[in-house]
């Protein structure tokens, strides 16, 4: 499985920003994955941001940033998104699409079995 993570960038504190994450690997495979995505900051370790169910019925997310992170998936194209609301600095990190095979309606996605690289938040005040 490959992950391929494009969309960040920088954005003023209050905006919103999209980042997504497309998918490819062998027939089938995509269809039983749980896809996800991880955060780090300079200094600090990778923590988890939000996970999409398989189907996209079922979605999960780090508490502290229910309300403003949106995840979604588009299955036709084996694409996953992350739109991010009234962004703050301290959600400057370098965000990482993951994924993991799971039963459909799964979304723990934790350890992730396949990591994509890192795709540059930066949030200014």
């Known amino acids: 499985v490959q992950l391929q993570a494009s969309g960040g960038g920088l954005v003023q504190a209050g905006g919103s920003l999209s980042v997504s994450c497309a998918a490819s690997g062998r027939t089938g495979i995509v269809s039983r994955l749980v896809m996800g995505w991880f955060r780090q900051a300079p200094g600090n370790e990778r923590e988890f941001v939000a996970a999409?169910?398989?189907?996209?019925?079922?979605?999960d997310y780090a508490d502290s940033l229910k309300g403003r992170f949106t995840i979604s998936r588009d299955n036709a194209k084996n694409v996953v998104y992350l739109r991010m609301d009234n962004l703050q600095p301290e959600d400057t990190a370098v965000y990482y699409c993951?994924?993991?095979?799971?039963?459909?309606?799964?979304?723990?996605?934790?350890?992730?079995?396949?990591w994509g690289q890192g795709t540059q938040v930066t949030v200014s005040s």
């Open positions: 993951a994924a993991k095979t799971a039963i459909l309606s799964d979304t723990n996605i934790r350890p992730p079995q396949y």
């Open positions: 999409i169910s398989r189907s996209g019925g079922s979605t």
